[in-house]
């Protein structure tokens, strides 16, 4: 086992300064990501910064006027049975739900989940097989390999894996934002800006610099949040990553969509947001199923799947469809 | 006393669920120290340096071995063999040549499994490295006549291609089943003892304590009776633990050398390479049929992969030789095809599992290209003979199972169309097959204990792989003896106890079991004649007494009885399990995803002797051929040459939520050619033809024949 040291900063700004100082350090909170990447050497922190004891960091706000503010360290169990979060966003209830076990849900917390790394098995083989994301310029082995849990979209010669967060692809439609605070003082970052493209830098997943610690996630209040729905295709019935999964939020007027929100997981290095699609569903009727098909594929003449997984490519606009139809059902 | 046909609970239940049962790797050993495998990163090559130094200098480090300093060992017989206890003839850290993926390169012996651990990341080796060979359709062309091993390799009756040929009615398909792992909840284990009298005992995570003990005696070269080999508690075998791999080897090795106990445990990812995996298959099938459904010929041909330097062959074109009549002739035949791979090995179940898939997904095309029931196809080619032998069979319950497994279900209310049956936006389908699985005979002996407070103590070598063997041994000795089963404790597991088999193939009730009938019989012939002949026993003249009373009147501390089970070869009758198996699965056309509904599953296992275990036993096979439908399947990276989905996130096995309920019958009668105790194997039998009765109902319900395992969303759209 590599070896590391645990310590339990007294309060954030600690915390920040001591992750700042140190190219080897690494939070964690509740762990149920880091230790697996731990074990599998895929990830080798020498001091890990325990931030389970900062107070104030797992509140669940839920402002009068609409929309949700978490703390970091607020747990994913604790966030799906919230009644306001279930009310208010049920695609959000929905995305933390369907992840993981129940047991990792009651360790795992919202900050950690964004932060969750890819689940492309070269990359996590304890072997240490070619990789650019965990040893840089060793190649990507995935890209001839066996791809069929990677990207269609967004994907670069270096690297072609998808990210594995269920609440991400949610947050991502929404428009949230990760409240973030760094050595320079604090800022709100985009949640469509928070997650990476590869490019040739595919060992960057996010845009967090060193020191930068999550506070909590806002999600500012949105008409399309009640119906909405999160829509998790996958491979066994329960315990399992997204093969595909689409999240949808809209609002309607008489039958025909007002706004449409609809972000993807499973098929690119980040929440993939179908932006063509949700323009052209505008003033669509629910009902009308080929004119919804005819305005999701608007996104998709874009997508460029790899040798084990162009099936994809028609699955995930059925998944999309789903996703909306089911949020429809909502309104 | 019939404590047999009790649905009587576990022996074992109570340590088991409250964690007091001590499996391999949790035993205390007194002044252990740890061993972790390094593995090689190539699938096919040598290595040209291997640089240790930074290793042995680690914190902890006690040493490091590779092929240049741990003992050489002595090779074992060849050719290999499947009844041969070694996992495959390759012998670990012996030269430096790399044969496959991951394969066993060096150990590091340190204070705790960490440091141990984290030395082996230090360790440099330069490989050269040649591409590897991989199996699959193309390989495949290179396939090769391996020899026997088992059965004989191809078989023949009567004249299958002219059968074929003049049939009205043909079948001619290829299907494909997907590289499987056991994947054990309990990693593989091994700690190796050795005394200042050379002697060693082995605490090992095995089906098979005496085949460990001859193999390791063998190839370290001491002999038997200087080894002792204990297994208790087995957190899962499924074939992966009935035969010597590498790591066990290199422990007991290393531990001589060391002179010191050492404890070595495989990683989840190491099982991949480390221990044997259900190689991929890919067979080819023709049927030949009159319009009604009779069989007039089969073919079945199969073609599968085995490393670089064993010949094993999965005989997956095993079971149409005597499942159902064909009255032209059947053909069966098996190739294989070196790739870079470690050995195979039979994983539940073993060769049926894998061709029941081809030929009764085969039979349901036969049903649907005549219009025929598949049930009715199937009692049609029903047979009291055994097509292979000319034998009839001891027992067969497969119309029964047919007939009553059917009822159960509701099979009348099936509309025969695909796509035919809808519940909402889903497509329901109804599927079934038919299963048989071989019935094997070994010897096995037993000892019985009745002792003057009127407890009895049942002593045999065999395992208990989670499949209840404590507790049915207990109910066996039970109902010989006349005693409650609350009066018999058992103890198994350990060399030291009388011999018996391996725990494989679904043979431990039917051979083991019978060992401990024979040895409560002898033993309770002991009393009788004690009584008989000994001192006045009942002055009251009561005809029946007491093995306590008894005992203390004649002041008698222990009879001691022995079962030797020595079963003669087949005679007059072929002896097989049979089963017939019905699922209804419902599949959204628009996802290609497939969820099982319902199933039931009609066998014929001889007489039950526990019912609670047999269901357990038979709802555990329906899900492990659930994930064989479905999910399962360890992936090959074509360049690398080696598995890539090595745990549990990667290689998907049901949970419970893929799991509806499952109903169980149990149609079978008393069957002694079998087994003096009546039964028939069960284990292995439930979980084969649960693929093809999936695959049949997905066929019903879409319209699309899937012929390559799993079915996964992709090949549904």
Same mark, same amino acid.
């Given at each position: 086992m590599h070896q590391f040291t645990l310590s339990r900063p007294a309060d954030i700004s600690a915390a920040i300064a001591a992750h700042a100082q140190d190219a080897h350090a690494a939070f964690i909170a509740g762990g149920t990501d880091l230790i697996g990447l731990m074990k599998d050497r895929a990830t080798l922190p020498e001091r890990l910064l325990d931030?389970?004891?900062?107070?104030?960091?797992s509140y669940i706000d839920a402002p009068a006027g609409g929309g949700l503010n978490i703390g970091a360290l607020a747990r994913m169990s604790d966030v799906a049975a919230h009644f306001e979060v279930r009310s208010r966003f049920p695609v959000i209830a929905e995305s933390l739900l369907f992840a993981a076990s129940g047991q990792l849900r009651n360790m795992a917390t919202i900050g950690g989940n964004i932060m969750q790394r890819t689940r492309c098995a070269y990359f996590r083989?304890?072997?240490?097989?070619?990789c650019n994301k965990r040893r840089?310029?060793?190649?990507?082995?995935?890209?001839?390999?066996?791809?069929?849990?990677?990207?269609?979209?967004?994907?670069?010669d270096d690297c072609v894996a998808t990210h594995p967060s269920d609440l991400a692809v949610a947050l991502t439609a929404l428009d949230a934002h990760v409240l973030v605070r760094g050595p320079g003082g604090q800022r709100s970052i985009p949640f469509a800006e928070f997650h990476r493209l590869?490019?040739?830098?595919?060992?960057?997943?996010?845009v967090l610099d060193r020191?930068?610690?999550?506070i909590a996630i806002e999600v500012p209040a949105r008409a399309e949040g009640r119906a909405s729905h999160y829509f998790k295709l996958r491979?066994?019935?329960?315990?399992e990553f997204a093969l595909v999964s689409a999240a949808a939020a809209i609002t309607a007027d008489g039958g025909l969509i007002g706004s449409a929100r609809i972000a993807m997981g499973g098929v690119a290095h980040k929440p993939w947001r179908l932006t063509a699609a949700e323009a052209a569903l505008r003033?669509?009727?629910?009902?009308d199923t080929d004119a919804l098909k005819a305005a999701i594929t608007a996104s998709f003449t874009e997508a460029r799947p790899l040798e084990h997984n162009v099936f994809k490519v028609e699955l995930a606009q059925r998944v999309a469809l789903r996703a909306l139809e089911t949020a429809g059902a909502r309104l | 006393m019939n404590a047999i046909g009790q649905p009587i609970s576990r022996l074992e239940g109570r340590l088991k669920t409250t964690g007091a049962a001590r499996y391999t790797a949790d035993l205390p050993i007194a002044d252990v120290v740890h061993g972790v495998i390094v593995q090689s990163t190539i699938a096919n090559g040598r290595m040209v340096s291997i640089d240790t130094g930074q290793a042995e200098k680690?914190?902890?480090?006690?040493a490091v071995f590779t092929h240049r300093n741990l003992p050489r060992m002595n090779p074992t017989p060849k050719p290999w063999s499947h009844l041969h206890p070694h996992g495959q003839s390759y012998l670990p850290l012996q030269d430096d040549r790399i044969l496959y993926a991951d394969q066993p390169v060096a150990l590091v012996v340190a204070g705790t499994r960490d440091q141990a651990a984290y030395a082996g990341t230090l360790i440099g080796i330069k490989f050269e490295s040649s591409p590897p060979a991989v199996f699959g359709r193309q390989a495949a062309k290179e396939a090769v006549e391996p020899p026997q091993f088992?059965?004989?390799?191809a078989s023949s009756v009567g004249n299958a291609e002219q059968a074929i040929a003049d049939s009205p009615v043909k079948i001619e398909q290829t299907y494909s089943t997907a590289d499987r792992h056991h994947n054990q909840m309990e990693p593989h284990a091994t700690t190796a003892v050795w005394d200042a009298d050379g002697a060693l005992t082995l605490y090992e995570t095995t089906q098979h304590i005496f085949g460990t003990r001859e193999l390791v005696s063998m190839v370290l070269g001491?002999?038997?009776?200087k080894i002792n080999v204990v297994c208790?508690?087995?957190?899962?075998?499924?074939?992966?633990?009935a035969y010597v791999w590498p790591h066990t080897l290199i422990a007991a090795s290393a531990a001589k050398v060391l002179n010191r106990a050492v404890h070595v445990q495989l990683t989840r990812a190491q099982m991949y390479s480390m221990t044997g995996h259900q190689c991929a298959s890919i067979q080819a099938i023709r049927l030949g049929a009159d319009r009604n459904g009779k069989l007039n010929g089969i073919r079945h041909d199969s073609i599968t992969p085995s490393s670089m330097f064993d010949n094993y062959i +999965?005989?997956?074109?095993?079971? $149409?030789r005597s499942l159902w009549a064909a009255t032209g002739g059947i053909a069966t035949n098996h190739k294989i095809v070196h790739v870079n791979r470690n050995t195979p090995t039979p994983l539940r179940a073993p060769h049926e599992a894998l061709g029941n898939f081809a030929l009764e997904s085969a039979l349901d095309e036969l049903a649907y290209a005549i219009g025929v029931d598949p049930v009715t196809v199937r009692l049609l080619n029903d047979?009291?003979?055994?097509?292979?032998?000319g034998r009839p069979f001891s027992t067969r319950a497969m119309r029964k199972c047919l007939i009553e497994g059917a009822a159960r279900f509701g099979w +009348?209310?099936?509309?025969?169309? $695909?796509?035919s049956m809808r519940d909402g936006r889903y497509l329901i389908g109804q599927g079934m097959a038919g299963a048989i699985y071989t019935h094997w005979r070994w010897p096995a002996q037993a000892r019985v204990t009745l002792r003057r407070d009127g407890s009895a103590l049942v002593e045999a070598g065999s395992h208990e792989l989670g499949t209840g063997t404590y507790t049915v041994f207990r109910q066996i000795a039970a109902d010989t003896l006349g005693l409650?089963?609350?009066?018999i404790s058992v103890r198994i597991g350990?060399?030291?106890l009388p011999r018996s088999h391996a725990?494989?193939?679904?043979a431990t009730l039917a051979n083991a079991g019978a060992s401990v009938m024979l040895a409560a019989k002898d033993v309770r012939d002991k009393a009788i004649a004690l009584a008989a002949?000994?001192?006045?026993?009942?002055p009251h003249r009561n005809p029946e007494v007491s093995y306590d009373e008894l005992f203390a009147r004649n002041d008698v501390d222990s009879l001691v009885g022995e079962g030797n089970y020595d079963p003669s070869p087949e005679g007059s009758k072929a002896t097989f399990s049979f089963s017939a198996l019905f699922a209804e699965v419902r599949v959204d056309p628009d996802l290609g995803t497939v969820r099982l509904n319902r199933f039931v599953g009609a066998y014929?296992?001889?007489?039950?002797?526990n019912p609670k275990t047999a269901r357990s036993q038979a709802i555990g096979g329906i899900i492990w051929g659930v994930g064989h439908a479905l999910t399962e399947q360890s992936e090959t990276?074509?360049?690398?040459g080696r598995f890539v989905n090595r745990n549990y996130s990667g290689y998907l096995v049901p949970t419970c939520?893929?799991?509806?309920d499952l109903d169980v019958l149990f149609l079978g009668e008393f069957d002694g050619e079998a087994s003096p105790i009546g039964a028939k194997g069960l284990g292995e039998l439930t979980s084969v033809a649960v693929a093809p009765a999936i695959a049949n109902a997905v066929y019903h319900a879409t319209g699309k024949r899937v012929r390559?395992?799993?079915?996964?969303i992709e090949k549904l759209l």
């Open positions: 931030l389970n004891r900062l107070p104030d960091m083989d304890e072997d240490d097989l070619p840089p310029g060793s190649g990507c082995s995935a890209r001839f390999g066996l791809n069929r849990n990677h990207a269609i979209f967004g994907w670069s590869p490019g040739d830098t595919p060992e960057r997943d996010i020191g930068d610690l999550i491979d066994r019935q329960s315990y003033g669509v009727s629910l009902d | 680690a914190p902890g480090v006690l088992l059965w004989p390799v001491i002999p038997q009776e208790q508690f087995l957190g899962g075998g499924f074939g992966g633990k +999965e005989y997956a074109a095993l079971c $149409p047979t009291e003979i055994d097509p292979e032998s +009348e209310k099936r509309t025969p169309e $695909p796509r409650p089963p609350e009066k350990d060399t030291r725990s494989i193939g679904s002949s000994g001192k006045l026993v009942a014929d296992c001889g007489r039950v002797i990276d074509p360049t690398l939520a893929d799991i509806p390559d395992l799993p079915i996964t």
